[in-house]
C-alpha cells in the first residue's frame, strides 16, 4: 500500500477511535446520573461554578445584545413606518435564537475552558490515576456532576439571557424610539402568542428556546471533560486542551443548533 494510503488510513482510524471514545465518555456520564453514589455536593459546588458565577457575563450579554437589536432594527423598521413591531422582532430573536447560542458561547468560553483546564492540571499531576488507585471511578466523581450541572444551569441562564435581552430592547423602544413600554411588552407577548402553544399551554417559542440549551449544556461539559482527561504534555499540554475546548465546543454548537432548528421547525406548528 502507497505511504500516503497508509497515512490516510491512519488517520482515519484515529479520528474514528475520537469519536468513539467521545461517545463512550458521554454514555457514561449520563448513565452514571442514575448510578450510585450520588455526588450532590459536588454537583452543587459545579452548579454553583457553571451558573452562578457565569450570571455577570451572561447579564451583560443578552442586555447589550438586546439594545443592538432593537437599535438596528428600528433603523430597518422605520422607513416602513413598523417601529411598533420592534418588540415582535426582539423577543422572537432573543427566544429563538440568539439567547441560547449567545448563552452557551458564553459559558463555553468561560466554563469549558475552566473545566478542561481543571481535569488537565489533575491528569498531568497523576490525581486522575490516584482516584482509579482509591477504586474511585473518575467519571462518575468529576465529569457526571459537571455534566449534570450544565444540563440544569444552561436553560436557567438562557431564560435569563432572553429576559434582559428582552428588557434591552425595551431601553432602546423607550428612550431612542419612543415607543411606550405598554405597547412595547404588549407586542412582546403577542409574538409569542401568535407563535402557537404545545399541549395548549407551552409556547412553541419557548420549547424551541429551552430544549437547544439543554444540549449545548450537555456538549460544553462533555466535550471540555473528555479533553481534559485526555490532556498530555505537562502544563503545555493544559494549555492546548482548553484552546481546543473553546474552539470545539463553539463550533459544535453552532453546528447543532442549525439542526435541532431545522429539526423544531418540522415538527412545532407556528402561527
Known amino acids: 500500500m502507497p505511504a500516503f494510503l497508509t497515512r490516510l488510513n491512519d488517520a482515519a482510524k484515529s479520528k474514528v477511535l475520537t ?13 452514571f446520573i442514575f448510578a450510585r453514589p450520588f455526588y ?20 451583560l ?8 437589536l432593537a437599535l438596528q432594527s428600528s433603523v430597518q423598521l422605520k422607513t416602513f413606518g413598523a417601529t411598533m413591531y420592534i418588540g415582535n422582532l426582539v423577543s422572537a430573536s432573543m427566544i429563538r435564537e440568539l439567547g441560547p447560542v449567545l448563552a452557551g458561547l458564553m459559558v ?15 491528569r498531568v499531576t497523576e490525581q486522575i490515576d490516584a482516584l482509579n488507585t482509591l477504586g474511585t471511578d473518575p ?10 450541572a450544565a444540563l440544569i444551569m444552561l436553560p436557567v441562564l438562557t431564560i435569563i439571557n432572553d429576559f434582559v435581552g428582552i428588557i434591552g430592547g425595551n431601553i432602546i ?28 399551554y407551552i409556547p412553541n417559542d419557548f420549547v424551541q428556546g429551552l430544549s437547544k440549551p439543554f444540549v449545548f449544556g450537555g456538549l460544553i461539559a462533555i466535550t471540555a471533560c473528555y479533553f481534559g482527561l485526555g490532556t498530555t504534555g505537562g502544563t503545555e499540554g493544559v494549555g492546548h486542551s482548553t484552546t481546543r475546548t473553546v474552539v470545539t465546543t463553539s463550533i459544535l454548537i453552532l453546528i447543532v443548533d442549525y439542526f435541532i432548528t431545522q429539526i423544531l421547525l418540522s415538527v412545532l406548528s407556528y402561527g
Open 19 to 31: 469519536l468513539q471514545e467521545y461517545f463512550v465518555l458521554a454514555g457514561k456520564s449520563l448513565r
Open 40 to 59: 450532590g455536593q459536588d454537583t452543587i459546588q459545579q452548579m454553583d461554578e457553571i451558573g452562578v458565577k457565569s450570571l455577570g457575563i451572561v447579564l
Open 139 to 148: 467519571i462518575k466523581k468529576l465529569v457526571t456532576p459537571r455534566v449534570l
Open 173 to 200: 423602544a423607550s428612550f431612542v424610539i419612543g415607543l411606550p413600554t405598554t405597547q412595547y411588552w404588549r407586542t412582546v407577548w403577542d409574538q409569542i402568542a401568535n407563535d402557537g402553544f404545545t399541549l395548549r
Open 108 to 122: 463555553a468560553g468561560r466554563v469549558g475552558s475552566g473545566i478542561a483546564a481543571q481535569l488537565g492540571s489533575m
Open 61 to 68: 450579554t443578552g442586555l447589550f445584545t438586546g439594545m443592538v
